[in-house]
């Protein structure tokens, strides 16, 4: 079981905005470490889609943008395309278990 | 272009050890203040972080698969490697070897080696 909690599933219309919660506690993102986001396609391998809490490396759309307050981390995807249904999941350190640990992930569909 | 390829037996037999190996290519393994990463995920479930291992040794692993884990990497040949020890059916799953940055963010990955636990 994961420290890093994210609801299992979300879902949105083409061009909608929805949201993904990484929900920690005081011994990770409470603690102030860094949240990172990854975006897992179907049958593909996990990519790097935000890091440091709100960073895009290159290449990534400007429609993907990540937040951190308290205990709880968020990634936003605006102007949902079909292209953006995958698993996502969220990352950050855990200092009681003195390693990274990843969220549970959320599955995107697009409707 | 950094690749990464895993490398390494896709069948072991339960309670023998799981060795993998990460071949870095299109640059050094020594350059750049990086930490080598290993990742796991079962089929249909969620990402798994394994441990991480720096150019000078020095390692940090998963405190659930501490007592079973064991890092190293070879300089020369431009490669890290794991082995995961009394291995069971739940180690199942694939292994991805990644580059990680100094606050875990994983920035380039393997493409993945199946691993399949079974007598």
């Known amino acids: 079981q994961s420290v890093l909690t994210q609801p299992p599933s979300v879902s949105g219309a083409p061009g909608q905005r929805v949201t993904i919660s990484c929900t920690g506690s005081?011994?990770?993102?409470?603690?102030?470490?860094?949240v990172h986001w990854y975006q897992q396609l179907p049958g593909t391998v996990p990519k790097l889609l935000i890091y440091g809490n709100s960073n895009r490396p290159s290449g990534v759309p400007d429609r993907f943008s990540g937040s951190k307050s308290g205990t709880s981390a968020s990634l936003a995807i605006t102007g949902l395309q079909a292209e953006d249904e995958a698993d996502y999941y969220c990352?950050?350190?855990?200092?009681?278990?003195?390693?990274?640990?990843f969220g549970t992930g959320t599955k995107v569909t697009v409707l | 272009q950094l690749q990464l390829q895993e490398s390494g037996p896709g069948l072991v037999k339960p309670s023998q050890t799981l060795s993998l190996t990460c071949s870095v290519s299109g640059g050094s393994i020594k350059s750049g203040s990086y930490y080598w990463t290993w990742i796991r995920q079962p089929a249909g479930k969620g990402l798994e972080w394994i441990g991480r291992?720096?150019?000078?040794?020095?390692?940090k692993y998963n405190p659930s698969l501490r007592s079973r884990v064991t890092m190293s990497v070879d300089t020369s040949k431009n490669q890290f490697s794991l082995k995961l020890s009394s291995v069971t059916a739940a180690d199942t799953g694939v292994y991805y070897c990644a580059r990680g940055g100094e606050f875990g963010e994983l920035l380039r990955w393997g493409q993945g080696t199946a691993v399949i636990v079974s007598s």
């Open positions: 005081s011994s990770n993102i409470g603690a102030g470490y860094d």
């Open positions: 291992i720096y150019i000078n040794g020095s390692t």
């Open positions: 990352q950050s350190y855990d200092s009681s278990l003195s390693g990274y640990v």
